[in-house]
Nanobody, 124 residues
Framework: QAQLAESGGGLVQAGGSLRLSCIVSGGTFSTYTMSWFRQGPGKERGFVAGIQSIGSRTVYAESVQGRFTISRDNAKNTLYLQMNSLQPEDTAVYYC?????????????????WGQGTQVTISS
């Protein structure tokens, strides 16, 4: 049973950057496909970015392509999300999620483990 813990959220001005981290314990991090999701005010939880367990192939939502970068450090059991050129519409609670298996999935229901989330607020 894996436990996920996000950190790095906060309040920044539009155009700024943040780096989110997600530490995974109690499981075999290197075998999980990992993703970031977010849920803005009044919105459903949506896929942001994902990275495969093997080979580190990445997938991004169109809305963050070119601005966000997902990465992982298997030696540290840690997932990252570097967010640049942040905009007010990026305001949301950001969640990391893990799923057993090789494929990156964009639907939340396919993920096995979730963190509690970290708040990201972008002021205009």
């Amino acid at each position: 049973q894996a436990q996920l813990a996000e950190s790095g959220g906060g309040l920044v001005q539009a155009g700024g950057s943040l780096r989110l981290s997600c530490i995974v314990s109690g499981g075999t991090f290197s075998t999980y496909t990992m993703s970031w999701f977010r849920q803005g005010p009044g919105k459903e939880r949506g896929f942001v970015a994902g990275i495969q367990s093997i080979g580190s192939r990445t997938v991004y939502a169109e809305s963050v392509q070119g601005r966000f970068t997902i990465s992982r450090d298997n030696a540290k059991n840690t997932l990252y999300l570097q967010m640049n050129s942040l905009q007010p519409e990026d305001t949301a609670v950001y969640y990391c999620a893990a799923r057993r298996g090789f494929l990156i999935q964009t639907t939340a229901e396919t993920y096995d483990y979730w963190g509690q989330g970290t708040q990201v607020t972008i002021s205009s």
